[in-house]
């Protein structure tokens, strides 16, 4: 193993393509894939994002190299066919730097007027004045911070939580989102997602931010909830055994695909949020935006803003 060599595969992409493109790459690569994405001051002295992220793992030159390289090009051409990607580039790594290489291309960078995500292993540093800081597993792919609607719903947690607030935060990933309402002065949390390896990502995140003792998190989606004086989604005897009881939230946040909020909408999403509570929801391309705002003011939520990047948007509800 000492005389192994390792190859640095990478792309170079726009932020809405990141996570796509890392899902491809985790497929054949579980060690883990990472995204990054810099940050410059402008002339204002506020720190953007660089408008690329590069999308990058390691695999091993070992027999299994060449099989595991036609099974990416072979992936990244299909995901190609939705959206033109850049070509793959390999790139040899000696084994004794593969690790430092890996570690070298994660910064700190900010999102909104107070956020920072930091790599969960950089050592620690005293935060600047009035900044929070999410410490996120770069490995982990989904939930990064780096996609525009993840950072989108960042910037509206900052405008909403004033303090004390109970947030549900459904498809959660790695927990980014409901860890940073926490952070933010949320007092409880609680994070669903039908994904095992997601739940263990946030449970993972939970403890790199020290929330674990304000933040539930439960396998399962809107069908596993259902708030104080409502009926369970699901009437089945299997369902109401797994149906776990809930106040209702100040704050409701979903970014998730167009398709599953128009579902989670048609099944009682509304009912989760408090009279005079808010719900977020993202994941949407603006040509979705129509659709979605119709859903949701059928179901009592006022739009109170939205927020765009690039081609995707974020929106702000007020339940009456």
């Given at each position: 193993?000492?005389?192994?060599?390792?190859?640095?595969?990478?792309?170079?992409?726009?932020?809405?393509?990141?996570?796509?493109?890392?899902?491809?790459?985790?497929?054949?690569?579980?060690?883990?894939?990472?995204?990054?994405?810099?940050?410059?001051?402008?002339?204002?002295?506020?720190?953007?994002?660089?408008?690329?992220?590069?999308?990058?793992?390691?695999?091993?030159?070992?027999?299994?190299?060449?099989?595991?390289?036609?099974?990416?090009?072979?992936?990244?051409?299909?995901?190609?066919?939705?959206?033109?990607?850049?070509?793959?580039?390999?790139?040899?790594?000696?084994?004794?730097?593969?690790?430092?290489?890996?570690?070298?291309?994660?910064?700190?960078?900010?999102?909104?007027?107070r956020l920072v995500i930091t790599p969960a292993w950089m050592r620690k540093k005293a935060p600047r004045?009035?900044?929070?800081?999410?410490?996120?597993?770069?490995?982990?792919?989904?939930g990064t911070g780096t996609h525009p609607t993840t950072q989108l719903c960042l910037e509206l947690l900052?405008?909403?939580?004033?303090?004390?607030?109970?947030?549900?935060?459904?498809?959660?990933?790695?927990?980014?989102?409901?860890?940073?309402?926490?952070?933010?002065?949320?007092?409880?949390?609680?994070?669903?997602?039908?994904?095992?390896?997601?739940?263990?990502?946030?449970?993972?995140?939970?403890?790199?931010?020290?929330?674990?003792?304000?933040?539930?998190?439960?396998?399962?989606?809107?069908?596993?909830?259902?708030?104080?004086?409502?009926?369970?989604?699901?009437?089945?005897?299997?369902?109401?055994?797994?149906?776990?009881?809930?106040?209702?939230?100040?704050?409701?946040?979903?970014?998730?695909?167009?398709?599953?909020?128009?579902?989670?909408?048609?099944?009682?999403?509304?009912?989760?949020?408090?009279?005079?509570?808010?719900?977020?929801?993202?994941?949407?391309?603006?040509?979705?935006?129509?659709?979605?705002?119709?859903?949701?003011?059928?179901?009592?939520?006022?739009?109170?803003?939205?927020?765009?990047?690039?081609?995707?948007?974020?929106?702000?509800?007020?339940?009456?």
């Amino acid at each position: 193993m000492a005389d192994a060599r390792w190859v640095e595969v990478s792309l170079t992409v726009p932020p809405e393509l990141a996570e796509s493109v890392a899902e491809v790459l985790s497929r054949y690569i579980p060690q883990g894939v990472a995204l990054e994405q810099k940050s410059i001051q402008n002339q204002s002295d506020e720190n953007i994002l660089e408008p690329a992220v590069r999308v990058f793992a390691y695999l091993l030159a070992d027999d299994a190299l060449e099989t595991r390289k036609r099974q990416i090009e072979e992936a990244l051409w299909h995901l190609a066919q939705i959206q033109p990607l850049p070509p793959a580039t390999y790139t040899p790594i000696p084994n004794e730097d593969w690790m430092s290489s890996w570690k070298k291309h994660f910064q700190p960078f900010a999102v909104g007027k107070r956020l920072v995500i930091t790599p969960a292993w950089m050592r620690k540093k005293a935060p600047r004045h009035n900044q929070i800081i999410l410490r996120i597993q770069p490995g982990m792919a989904f939930g990064t911070g780096t996609h525009p609607t993840t950072q989108l719903c960042l910037e509206l947690l900052e405008e909403s939580i004033r303090g004390g607030e109970f947030v549900i935060d459904l498809g959660c990933g790695t927990g980014i989102l409901a860890i940073a309402a926490l952070q933010l002065g949320a007092s409880h949390a609680l994070a669903l997602d039908n994904d095992p390896a997601a739940v263990q990502s946030a449970e993972e995140h939970a403890l790199h931010n020290h929330v674990q003792d304000r933040l539930t998190i439960i396998l399962g989606s809107l069908k596993d909830i259902y708030p104080v004086g409502h009926t369970p989604l699901s009437d089945s005897p299997s369902s109401q055994r797994s149906n776990r009881l809930f106040n209702q939230a100040d704050l409701v946040i979903v970014n998730i695909l167009s398709s599953v909020i128009l579902e989670f909408l048609q099944n009682g999403l509304a009912d989760l949020v408090r009279p005079g509570g808010h719900l977020i929801l993202s994941g949407l391309l603006d040509s979705q935006a129509p659709e979605i705002i119709t859903a949701a003011q059928s179901k009592g939520l006022s739009l109170t803003q939205k927020r765009s990047s690039q081609d995707w948007v974020a929106l702000l509800f007020t339940k009456a």
